[in-house]
């Protein structure tokens, strides 16, 4: 059973930063990718950025190339999502995800996390 929880959300001027954790709780042939995703009211949910557990190897979307820089800490179990410059269409609803593959298809993530809410105001 994968288990994943979210932190970090919260309000933010465009142009700032903001930092989102997951801790991930996870057998090891169930998370060979965990990723980040966002959902904006009345939108799909689209991919933000992935890393293999155990590659490192990441992946981001275009929308976010040199903004958003996604890690994980292997000892602690937790992956990062860094968002800097930030805009007002980066407002939505973050979702770490975790698949036994490396894909960035939301429908290929079985586990979820419960979301943490993003606000840029601007």
């Known amino acids: 059973q994968v288990q994943l929880v979210e932190s970090g959300g919260g309000l933010v001027q465009a142009g700032g930063s903001l ?3 997951c801790t991930v709780s996870t057998r090891t042939d169930e998370a060979y990718s965990v990723g980040w995703f966002r959902q904006a009211p009345g939108k799909e949910r689209e991919f933000v950025a992935r890393v293999g557990w155990y590659s490192g190897d990441a992946v981001s ?14 000892a602690s ?20 995800a975790a698949s036994s593959r490396f894909t960035s298809l939301p429908r290929e993530y079985p586990y979820w996390g419960q979301g943490t809410q993003v606000t840029v105001s601007s």
Do not use: H, W
């Not at 179990?77 to 770490?96: A, F, G, I, R």
């Open 77 to 96: 179990k937790t992956l990062y999502l860094q968002m800097n410059s930030l805009k007002p269409e980066d407002t939505s609803v973050y979702y770490c």
């Open 19 to 21: 930092r989102l954790s």
């Open 61 to 74: 979307a275009d929308s976010v190339k040199g903004r958003f820089f996604i890690s994980r800490d292997f």
